[in-house]
């Protein structure tokens, strides 16, 4: 399944973003999904996910309280509200089907990301 990150730009540190993701021509709507990112130099890590039904969602530690994930299964979109953003919260931006209570992606294969960069 290849997802569509969108939504990410240049934004001033304490400022808002929404991200969103959605896979054309595909639904995505039986399976938990999760915002992955990647910053410069270290490893892709889980940083939201979210059950199928929306029912369920957890967040790392670093952007508990600011990140926020939602899902709108009729337009098979998933979503993720950034506020109080930090400079460390820069990296690309994927989303992607995910084994729920694990952080491992369920498909290795990584649609197109989404750059933030959040300048102090």
């Known amino acids: 399944v290849q997802l569509q990150a969108s939504g990410g730009g240049l934004v001033q540190a304490g400022g808002s973003l929404r991200l969103s993701c959605a896979a054309p021509?595909?639904?995505?709507?039986?399976?938990?999904m999760g915002w992955f990112r990647q910053a410069p130099g270290k490893e892709r890590e889980l940083c939201s996910a979210?059950?199928?039904?929306?029912?369920?969602?957890r967040y790392t530690d670093s952007v508990k309280g600011r990140f926020t994930i939602s899902r709108d299964n009729a337009k098979n979109t998933v979503y993720l509200q950034m506020n109080s953003l930090k400079p460390e919260d820069t990296a690309v931006y994927y989303c992607?089907?995910?084994?729920?209570?694990?952080?491992?992606?369920?498909?290795?294969?990584w649609g197109q990301g989404t750059q933030l960069t959040v300048s102090s």
């Open positions: 992607a089907p995910l084994v729920w209570g694990t952080k491992r992606a369920l498909f290795d294969s």
């Open positions: 021509g595909r639904t995505f709507s039986n399976y938990a």
């Open positions: 979210i059950t199928w039904n929306g029912g369920n969602t």
